[in-house]
């Protein structure tokens, strides 16, 4: 069993590291265990030659849709967000949206930098940023809607729709439009890298 992982590894390594950008085929899932490698593999075919998300650069389902890879910041430690399904990253109008290390985005959520002009629907706004803090979790069928940050710890009921910022975090959000529900208590082991102790919870 060791010898044949081995010779599929020699195999999937150096075709993936063609297919993708090396600096996202690294961290914890690719060390010490194969899940990245999986679906680095399953992505190669897809991607690249299924022509599903072929610009992207990392590895994500084919079921996810990704607009403006060279506008969508993460750490390589949350490609699992990726393998995801229904997620929509809508920024080709502009705008960057950024995920904080140890967050987690649930299947169905939108997240989007731009509307369309209300008067002229061919048309777009000025794109806005989304900015999603650390360790936060997006449920399923979210919407965040362009402009939005959301600090830290920052958890979104399933099916809430985002629309004003929460920048302070450490809050659920629920509901449409969303709105605080519980405020959290600040967790130690929690990856909030940068962020100020001291600073007071959300309103
Ligand atoms: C946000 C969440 C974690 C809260 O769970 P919880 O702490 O057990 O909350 P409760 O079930 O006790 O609900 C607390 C209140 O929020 C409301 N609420 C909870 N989730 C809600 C939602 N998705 N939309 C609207 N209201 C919601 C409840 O009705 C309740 O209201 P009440 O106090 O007026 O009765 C959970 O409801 C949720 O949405 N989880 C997301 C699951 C998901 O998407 N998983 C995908 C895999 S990543």
């Known amino acids: 069993m060791g010898l044949l992982r081995n010779i599929q590894l020699a195999i999937i390594r150096p075709a993936c590291r063609m297919a993708f950008d090396g600096r996202y085929l690294q961290g914890r899932w690719f060390e010490g265990r194969d899940t990245g490698w999986k679906w680095a593999w399953r992505s190669l075919w897809q991607q690249k030659f299924g022509g599903q ?13 990704i607009t403006a890879p060279e506008r969508l910041e993460f ?5 699992n967000n990726f393998q995801s399904f229904g997620q929509y990253y809508n920024n080709n109008n502009g705008g960057w949206i950024r995920i904080g290390r140890g967050s987690y985005i649930g299947p169905n959520v939108g997240i989007i930098t731009s509307n369309h002009t209300l008067y002229d629907l061919d048309e777009h706004d000025p794109p806005q940023d989304v900015t999603i803090g650390e360790s936060c979790w997006i449920g399923m069928n979210a919407v965040i809607l ?27 959000l ?30």
């Open 53 to 65: 998300n072929r610009s992207v650069p990392w590895p994500v389902s084919t079921q996810t849709k």
């Open 75 to 79: 750490h390589p430690d949350d490609l």
């Open 146 to 172: 362009p402009g939005v940050t959301l600090g830290p710890h920052t958890v979104v009921a399933a099916g809430s729709v985002v629309g004003r910022s929460y920048p302070k975090g450490h809050v659920v």
């Open 174 to 203: 629920v509901g449409n439009p969303a709105r605080v529900s519980v405020k959290l208590e600040r967790h130690p082991d929690l990856q909030t890298e940068g962020v100020d102790a001291s600073q007071p919870a959300a309103d």
